[in-house]
């Protein structure tokens, strides 16, 4: 299992970010993907999970409304678009795949929030 992240940067409060993670080495289609982040000093957190379709999503109340997962199982990718974007959410976001028992997880790509 390989996941790769890209998309992080630097971006001024109330901007947009979109991350991608490129999956590989399992059946996309049919694992649920989730984004994690995790901010200096704090523990890693869940931010928004997709079923395996991407019929259905959950989000963090932190991110609820500003914060859309999406993927595209022909392309083994998953998104997340993040708008209105405020200090607090700056971390390392990272993809996240639980195949079978075990989780798997990316590099990370680093969101920084700062004017």
């Known amino acids: 299992v390989q996941l790769v992240e890209s998309g992080g940067g630097l971006v001024q409060p109330g901007g947009s970010l979109r991350l991608s993670c490129a999956a590989s080495?399992?059946?996309?289609?049919?694992?649920?993907m989730s984004w994690f982040r995790q901010a200096p000093g704090k523990e890693r957190e869940f931010v928004a999970g997709?079923?395996?379709?991407?019929?259905?999503?959950k989000y963090a109340d932190s991110v609820k409304g500003r914060f859309t997962i999406s993927r595209d199982n022909a392309k083994n990718t998953v998104h997340l678009q993040m708008n209105s974007l405020k200090p607090e959410d700056t971390a390392v976001y990272y993809c996240?795949?639980?195949?079978?028992?075990?989780?798997?997880w990316g590099q990370g790509t680093q969101v920084t929030v700062s004017s």
């Open positions: 997709a079923s395996s379709s991407g019929g259905v999503t």
């Open positions: 080495g399992f059946t996309f289609s049919s694992y649920a």
């Open positions: 996240n795949a639980r195949v079978f028992t075990s989780d798997y």
